[in-house]
């Protein structure tokens, strides 16, 4: 059975949404990552950080959906990165209201024997140097698949680069992309960044789907049109577990095959947004994302005879 | 052979874009709509007025294109619709400059008695009331295609509600969409349209694609994703040319044959914005468009068996 290995951030997280408001609940990238992976059926194990505040519950809560959590550090004494924010009317747009990083702010991951042989490795949003620090230490992954965010561009360009120039695939978001690169242009935005290693390149675009490059081509996933989003936290998570999880079920590096990796990411992240933090991706089921499948299906596919 | 009679503006165009700028140039709904329509190898014709102003090479340039400008009508001593705009550096908005309505405020579209039979109607962006009145004058189209915007809206409510309770497709764009219907969810917006009238709703996205909406069904037509987009003006009336030129031409109203129609528009509009004005259109062959389609189809279909 292949592996998956993702590395991410914990969290407690309190969410503000014209909906509604949460206490602090499970957040973070990698609790969402490892329930969007562990839905095609392979090894997946999650590595991250946690406080001595973090109840047991949530861990169980990610074994039972077959996640892996013996390389979640329980850091004694300490207390669990928060985070809480503020989405506007729009839900394009949020405000952070407060950051605590505590354990988060020493993460420095140790990856176990027994998952340095991982197949795919996804690397979450977090600081460059940890980053990296996961690549050296794995194996030879078949793929690594990397997570970023405006943020490190700011603060740490030069280790950004270093990490991006040993990925395979990269998932961004639109705005992003556009930093990286001083190109408003998508098209030209991906090219640059391939330049700088990753062969694939991801490009999120929340509402409006997303965009995978490599080569000279170019495939579009579009989100699926809700009645309702509720909160998008953890849409791009969602969407990246799901992408590399399907590549890891799958073997299949082609770019025939990211595509459907990419139309699963949007398959998953759909569900995400339908509740608050990590609820519905607790109780997604197979047959659900088959039926979803089918809608995208219906969104996406015509048949125009050549003349 | 299938005819279609198209109603809109014909306009001098002022625009200026990031890349550039031009003295006035051929625009307005009309002239875009007809250049789009004509493709498909049906009869075009449209209802427009110029002044006296207006050169007749471009009515010329409308005839090698085989649309027929004999329901253009030109008004002694007057002279032409201007519109001057200038886009932001995202070309995604702009501001208007100058406008100056000219002969298109007194605009009263009489149809010739050879074009009341036509098949499909489209109703360029106009005042509501001249839209309603051309409809009167039609003997029994087979689909009346809505074009607006939210000027009327702001000005005329109680009317555009009238000429959108007596048509079959609506073209609108997504701030559009919102602002009638209060609705930020376009799926909601779509919904509360139909109950207006039409049974179909095309909501535009830009550089986002665009949805077609149909009983329970959606469809989404992404946009091509660019290198350079050099002037997006004209693209919703070419959407709406080839939309309604391909419904014409099929002569298939149902929504599987809809999906195509979005196709094409998505298709054709991704010409218009590669040059200033008119220019791309003017000398866009079928053989592009039929290339184009390939890519349309590279970037949307994908294989995925269901297991």
Redesign the interface.
Known sequence: MSKLLAVGSTAFDAIETPFGKTDKILGGAAPYIGLAASQFGIEVAIVSVVGEDFPEEYLSMLRKRNIDTSAIEIVKGGKTFFWSGRYH??LNSRDTLETQLNVLGDFNPVIPEHHKDADVVLLGNLHPLTQLGVIEQMASPKLIVLDTMNFWMDHTWDELMQVIARTDVITINDEEARQLTRE?????AAQKIREMGPRYVVIK?GE??A?LFHDD????A?AL?????FDPTGAGDTFAGAFSGYIAATGDTSF?NM??AV??GSNLASFCVEKFGTERMQKLSKEEI?KR??QF????????E??
């Open positions: 009317n729009d408003y242009s998508l098209v030209k675009k409006h789907g965009l081509n170019i495939f579009f579009p049109p809700l009645e309702e989003v025939e595509k459907n139309i699963y088959r499948l089918l299906k219906a969104l996406t596919q015509f048949e125009i050549l003349t």
